[in-house]
């Protein structure tokens, strides 16, 4: 086990002939984006002498992507060069210890008689010490020695311990360290050489990209037991697994599809995005700007965000918005084809494709993101739930909850939150015919809507002319809008009690 003076040792053995950074440093701001990366940008306090320079930071990531690091002079009053850069992450732990000791003896405490501890001397002949699995560093000792007690001895694995002339094929005991190796380190590290043409004191600019970082936003929506209106409250998730802690940090969000390069992934778009950010300045106070193609959200007060902690930050409130309820009902249940890639020569021959019937009366909220709404704002990707009051307790009750893509502002958001109760649907095909060699076919159907609701309710009856898309409308029961060239709706009212019959004729064409 390594103490406070091996600690002090080890700080001093860094720090001989080298600058060591390290504590907590003013301007740390982070970008996250909803991928599981995110952009660090921090001051570094530099005292440099003219000419070559040896400095090393040991407040990065355990995700840091070196070839991403940028350091610089903000002002460009210094001409400074990186010569060198190494970045390192295998951390103090007891399995990298017991590696450094191999071929040397330690101290293993081990149980004695009536349960006093007891010393047990040592040779280490191999520590099976796998680097970077971070199991000990996240567990601790207990945890890696366990892991070592279970590892299967043929594979190799598993730590030769010389005792009094025996092998042993797992520790005696818990390790004792005298001191920290040399080159050991405490934290994840980058070490610089560079040059500088003057002795000069800066604020030096640092910033990267480090994985295991993300954020996601997500939605409460509450309703009155009757009525339109909804009150929504918008909070954004962060989750900080880097292995650092962020202190007091500007923090913003990046929102938009963006993309992120793969391991060994060529150069795209993304790299130059990545770059742009790491140069970008601080926006006082900015709560949301396009940026490039997509959104930047900025937090208004600094955020401490703890590593492997889950924080949820309020970022959006507004009442009062009329979100009108849909009822869609589309009887054809084509579900059962969505992951098909039929052809459309597949799907003339399919004489009953597209006949089982769907019974369900599907329910969205729709609203709009405008000013006028009370929104108007850019809505990121997230989860939405929705929540209706009983007026009889007061108690919000839960309605349902889907997902809402990146929605720019005066755009409508339509919500899919479940099936109605008290809606019914049927639909049935009433005629099939191939005409003219198989140059044309005719279908008919009749799709039965019922309301059980103590309410009148409209119903918009979806059709997809799913055969071709060179349709004729031959015969029609009721009016029907066309929402594109291969899908039609119609709008259907029905008293309380009532049910609505909607009949049609539809002709395809292959000639």
Not at 189 to 204: P, Q
Not at 397 to 425: C, K, M, Q, S, W
Not at 444 to 464: D, G, L, M, S, T
Request: net charge neutral; proline share 5%; aromatic share 10%.
């Amino acid at each position: 086990m390594y103490t406070h003076s091996s600690f002090t040792r080890l700080l001093a053995s860094l720090a001989a002939g080298s600058l060591l950074v390290h504590g907590l440093f003013a301007g740390t701001s982070l970008t996250v984006y909803n991928q599981n990366f995110a952009v660090v940008r921090e001051t570094v306090p530099l005292d440099l002498q003219k000419g070559l320079n040896s400095v090393t930071f040991d407040r990065a990531t355990v995700h840091l992507e070196p070839d991403s690091v940028m350091l610089r002079d903000p002002a460009g009053k210094i001409g400074l060069r990186i010569l060198e850069q190494s970045y390192r992450n295998d951390t103090a732990s007891p399995g990298l210890l017991l590696s450094l000791f191999e071929g040397r003896e330690l101290d293993f405490r081990t149980g004695g008689a009536g349960g006093q501890p007891a010393m047990v001397r040592g040779k280490v002949i191999r520590s099976g010490y796998t680097p970077n699995t971070g199991a000990a560093q996240r567990y601790g000792a207990q945890f890696y020695q366990s892991q070592l007690a279970m590892a299967n001895w043929q594979s190799g694995g598993s730590p030769i311990i010389e005792v009094d002339g025996q092998l042993r094929f797992s520790l005696p005991g818990e390790p004792v360290f005298p001191s920290l190796g040399d080159d050991t380190i405490l934290r994840p590290t980058l070490t610089w050489t560079l040059a500088s043409d003057r002795r000069a004191k800066l604020d030096a600019e640092l910033g990267y990209v480090t994985g295991g970082m993300s954020w996601q936003a997500a939605y409460n929506l509450v309703s009155p037991e009757k009525g339109d209106t909804i009150d929504l409250v918008g909070w954004v998730t962060l989750d900080n697994q880097s292995g650092r802690t962020f202190d007091d940090a500007k923090i913003k969000l990046m929102a938009g599809d963006v993309g992120k390069l793969q391991p060994d992934s060529p150069p795209s778009p993304m790299l130059a995005l990545a770059a742009r950010e790491l140069n970008a300045g601080h926006a006082a106070q900015v709560t949301e700007k396009s940026f490039d193609e997509f959104h930047l959200y900025s937090l208004p007060r600094p955020v401490t965000l703890r590593n492997r902690e889950t924080k949820q930050v309020e970022f959006l409130r507004a009442t009062g918005i009329k979100a009108s309820t849909i009822y869609v009902y589309s009887g054809a249940e084509l579900g059962q084809y969505r992951n098909n890639r039929w052809s459309d020569e597949t799907i003339r021959n399919q004489r009953d494709y597209g006949t089982r019937s769907n019974p369900k009366v599907w329910v969205y909220r729709e609203f709009k993101n405008t000013e006028a709404n009370g929104l108007g704002v850019p809505l990121p990707l997230g989860r939405t739930r929705f929540y209706r009051q009983d007026d009889a307790d007061g108690a919000l009750e839960f309605t349902g909850e889907n997902t809402i893509d990146h929605t720019p502002r005066d755009e409508a958001v339509r919500v899919y939150t479940g099936d109605a109760f008290d809606l019914v649907g049927e639909r049935h095909r009433t005629d099939y015919k191939l005409e003219r060699g198989e140059e044309q076919l005719e279908e008919a159907f009749e799709i039965r809507v019922r309301n059980r609701k103590a309410e009148p309710v409209e119903v918009r009856v979806a059709e997809r002319m799913y055969r071709w898309f060179n349709w004729t409308m031959l015969e029609n029961s009721d009016p029907f809008v066309k929402a594109d060239d291969r899908n039609i709706e119609f709008r259907v009212t029905l008293a309380p009690g009532e049910e609505k019959v909607v009949t049609y004729r539809v002709r395809y064409d292959w000639k």
